[in-house]
């Protein structure tokens, strides 16, 4: 073969391989990105893994623990904030609610515990003792129940003694408030709770009467 035959095979191989080696460039790259978006997508996934345990045992906690058993009032005092993470959001909770925050609006009765007279004389001298203060000791919750009661209206009648010497009948009487529902016992208040009860909270009348029952 003559010299110009091999430069031109010799340049042929040469570009054969730069080709090659290009698409093998390529490809890596190629592959590279791929990895990239792949890692990206994995840690993608840790991150709502994670959010998704920590909703669950938020769930879990809620159903099998102490917060099932929480009144609404409590539900309703302890705050939460939402928290954006990617691709899903987290609830975490807030401290604690003191119990200012949970029941502050409430009134207070002040209930003063007297000290026994017996007590009000010094064991030593027996001379009696003199009131300094009083100390606040612990506080509780108390609920009165519901209380159904019978209302009986009586009417005064009111006559005038002179005129019934004359055999004169005049006389007055008080003026009683009028029934809301005539020949019925229902009063105002208790039309209200029943309303209360079924629209506000959807309570059927047959678990009222259940109450009611309860209440006597």
């Not at 099932?68 to 409590?74: H, I, L, N, Y």
């Not at 009765?109 to 064991?123: A, G, N, Q, S, W």
């Not at 027996?126 to 203060?133: D, L, Q």
């Not at 039309?191 to 009611?212: N, T």
Request: hydrophobic share 25%; with cysteine; aromatic share 6%.
């Amino acid at each position: 073969m003559d010299p110009k035959g091999q430069d031109i095979l010799f340049n042929s191989e040469t570009r054969q391989k730069d080709l090659m080696i290009q698409m093998l460039s390529e490809r890596l790259d190629e592959k590279d990105g791929t990895i990239t978006e792949l890692k990206e997508t994995i840690n993608d996934l840790k991150e709502t893994i994670a959010g998704l345990r920590e909703t669950l045992d938020e769930f879990q906690r809620k159903l099998f623990g102490t917060g099932s058993e929480k009144t609404k009032q409590d539900k309703e005092t302890e705050e939460t904030v939402t928290t954006i993470v990617k691709s899903h959001k987290r609830t975490t909770r807030k401290a604690k609610a003191t119990r200012e925050d949970q029941y502050g609006n409430l009134p207070i009765h002040k209930e003063v515990i007297p000290l026994p007279e017996e007590d009000k004389y010094c064991p030593y001298c027996n001379s009696k003792m003199e009131y300094v203060t009083e100390t606040f000791v612990r506080e509780e919750l108390r609920i009165t129940p519901a209380k159904v009661e019978r209302i009986h209206y009586y009417q005064e009648k009111w006559q005038c003694p002179e005129c019934k010497k004359d055999g004169d009948g005049t006389s007055a009487e008080s003026k009683t408030p009028t029934a809301l529902i005539p020949h019925s016992p229902a009063s105002p208040s208790i039309v209200s709770y029943v309303a209360m009860e079924k629209i506000g909270l959807a309570m059927p009348y047959y678990r009222q009467e259940f109450l009611m029952n309860q209440l006597g």
